[in-house]
T-cell receptor
Framework: KAGVTQTPRYLIKTRGQQVTLSCSPISGHRSVSWYQQTPGQGLQFLFEYFSETQRNKGNFPGRFSGRQFSNSRSEMNVSTLELGDSALYLC???????????????FGEGSRLTVL | GESVGLHLPTLSVQEGDNSIINCAYSNSASDYFIWYKQESGKGPQFIIDIRSNMDKRQGQRVTVLLNKTVKHLSLQIAATQPGDSAVYFCAENQGGKLIFGQGTELSVKP
């Protein structure tokens, strides 16, 4: 079974630009979560989508948004990029029907964003 | 300016020894806890989980202990191997969000 696939793996943007990251979950998984990983803040939850609906959201500004398609693939978008948005963005998929049972997440290798 | 990163706690063990990685969690209402392992250049990988109605759960070479009184989790790795070298994160499920700890870097000396 193929794992979680994230594209692109690396990208460089400049301040003020926007970026879209893509995630293909494991086949059959309906939940997709996004996390930001930085040396300063560690792993932080961005949002979770289930059946095309945002089911949970972390404490990030509105510049961070996402969506999920009917085939469970997900994208996240960051607009008006800031230097502090430089990070590894990780996507994870899982099956659980109920958020309280979310635990075993299958992570992709991440998209490393550098903002200059 | 220069960014200051988290100073990850580190644990250095000899190959074959047992490792114990500790974690304090924040929310006494959390009832589901998970350990993840992250190798360099990869995403986190699920190791083992435990629910709050349990004190201990064992997997293959790993054991998780939960002390709800002091809000403490530990991960024990038996007969640590070089392939266990990684950063280990505990996480707690808060209403469907996984809140991760800062991580501990485990280094295994051959």
């Amino acid at each position: 079974k193929a794992g979680v696939t994230q594209t692109p793996r690396y990208l460089i943007k400049t301040r003020g630009q926007q970026v879209t990251l893509s995630c293909s979950p494991i086949s059959g998984h309906r939940s997709v979560s996004w996390y930001q990983q930085t040396p300063g803040q560690g792993l932080q939850f961005l949002f979770e989508y289930f059946s095309e609906t945002q089911r949970n959201k972390g404490n990030f500004p509105g510049r961070f948004s996402g969506r999920q398609f009917s085939n469970s693939r997900s994208e996240m978008n960051v607009s008006t990029l800031e230097l502090g948005d430089s990070a590894l963005y990780l996507c994870a998929s899982s099956f659980p029907l109920h958020p309280e049972r979310t635990g075993e997440l299958f992570f992709g290798e991440g998209s490393r964003l550098t903002v200059l | 300016g220069e960014s200051v990163g988290l100073h990850l706690p580190t644990l250095s063990v000899q190959e074959g020894d047992n490792s114990i990685i500790n974690c304090a969690y924040s929310n006494s209402a959390s009832d589901y806890f998970i350990w993840y392992k992250q190798e360099s250049g990869k995403g986190p990988q699920f190791i083992i989980d435990i629910r709050s109605n349990m004190d201990k759960r064992q997997g293959q070479r790993v054991t998780v202990l939960l002390n709800k009184t002091v809000k403490h989790l530990s991960l024990q790795i038996a007969a640590t191997q070089p392939g266990d070298s990684a950063v280990y994160f505990c996480a707690e499920n808060q209403g469907g969000k996984l809140i991760f700890g800062q991580g501990t870097e485990l280094s295994v000396k051959p």
